[in-house]
């Protein structure tokens, strides 16, 4: 049962315009998600969070929606630069818990 | 100074074949966890220690068996390898097992079992 779904395998957007990657989940007991970024090689890195008391948080170039109606989240990137280039992984879970739940990631490219 | 960091980064083995990944986080953190990322990419959790207390076991086959000698290691030890268990494993830590605090992972080990 997979209760994170990113359902946009890939995104490529030009250097300087909005990167916008989407997120969906099932589980109404989630409270609390997160964004994880991974260049090749490398282990996942936090990005920036979001708790379900919010419908947004911002960080820089970085900026996350949350929608608890439409089980919908979104993590904006302006403006993209190349070095964003990489996987993205959204990732869900309860404030009570420990366990993330991830999605399958989307791999973003940044074309000069 | 690597946060997290895993042993060995590539593995290569045969069937059947015992291995070990070594896992060691200097953030002084007190909970730590394996991944495994399939083929399909989906990162998924396999265990959790609090102090070197387990409090998640997945439902992984009991060839697989973590061990934490202190709070600072978690090691995973795989016995009678087998093909399916190809994957790259991802060791992590967190300053404490609520799922508020940001996990940081190593940078995997990638297992081929031919």
């Known amino acids: 049962d997979q209760q994170v779904k990113q359902n946009s395998p890939s995104l490529s957007v030009q250097e300087g315009r909005i990167s916008i990657l989407n997120c969906d989940y099932t589980?109404?007991?989630?409270?609390?998600f997160l964004w994880y970024k991974k260049y090749p090689a490398e282990g996942p890195t936090f990005l920036i969070s979001i708790s379900s008391i919010k419908d947004k948080n911002e960080d820089g170039r970085f900026t996350v929606f949350l929608n608890k109606s439409a089980k919908h989240l979104s993590l904006h990137i302006v403006p993209s630069q190349p070095g964003d280039s990489a996987v993205y992984f959204c990732a869900a879970s309860q404030t009570s818990g420990s366990r993330l739940t991830f999605g399958e990631g989307t791999q973003l490219t940044v074309n000069p | 100074d690597t946060a997290v960091s895993q042993t060995p980064k590539y593995l290569v083995t045969q069937m059947g074949n015992d291995k070990s990944i070594k896992c060691e986080q200097n953030?002084?953190?007190?909970?730590m966890y394996w991944y495994k990322q399939d083929s399909k990419k989906f990162l998924k959790i396999m265990f959790s220690?609090?102090?070197?207390?387990?409090?998640i076991n997945e439902t992984v086959p009991n060839r697989f068996s973590p061990k934490s000698p202190d709070k600072a290691h978690l090691n995973l030890h795989i016995n009678s390898l087998e093909l399916g268990d190809s994957a790259v494993y991802f060791c992590a830590s967190s300053q404490n097992q609520l799922a508020k605090n940001i996990q940081y992972f190593g940078a995997g080990t990638r297992l081929s079992v031919l």
């Open positions: 953030l002084g953190h007190d909970t």
């Open positions: 589980n109404s007991m989630f409270d609390y």
């Open positions: 220690y609090n102090n070197k207390e387990l409090i």
